[in-house]
């Protein structure tokens, strides 16, 4: 637990910055990541696109698995 609190807790924004291609931030709607983070990301790096899946927490890869698969295709189609 010591590791996992260490990670979370680090601030990633040096690597966010860095990023130079277009980014997609999927959250679930009991997301741990605050609106004021979503914010910044969007303000810092305009080329994202932030998109929130209803009815979902942390594992809403398991729990909404098609929509998951619909948001990451829709992103990707323009570039694959």
Same mark, same amino acid.
């Given at each position: 637990?010591? *590791?996992? /609190?260490?990670? *979370?807790?680090?601030?990633?924004?040096?690597?966010? +910055?860095?990023?130079?291609?277009? *980014?997609?931030?999927?959250? /679930?709607?009991?997301?741990?990541?605050? +609106? /004021?983070?979503?914010?910044?990301?969007?303000?810092?790096?305009?080329?994202?696109? +932030?998109?929130? @899946?209803?009815?979902t927490g942390h594992d809403l890869h398991l729990?909404?698995?098609? *929509?998951?698969? /619909? @948001?990451?295709?829709?992103?990707? +189609?323009?570039? @694959?």
């Amino acid at each position: 637990m010591a *590791a996992i /609190a260490e990670i *979370a807790e680090r601030p990633y924004w040096p690597e966010w +910055a860095g990023i130079r291609c277009p *980014a997609l931030v999927v959250m /679930a709607q009991s997301s741990f990541i605050s +609106a /004021a983070d979503v914010d910044r990301m969007l303000r810092d790096r305009p080329d994202t696109v +932030a998109v929130s @899946i209803p009815g979902t927490g942390h594992d809403l890869h398991l729990q909404q698995p098609d *929509a998951l698969r /619909a @948001i990451v295709s829709d992103f990707l +189609a323009p570039i @694959i």
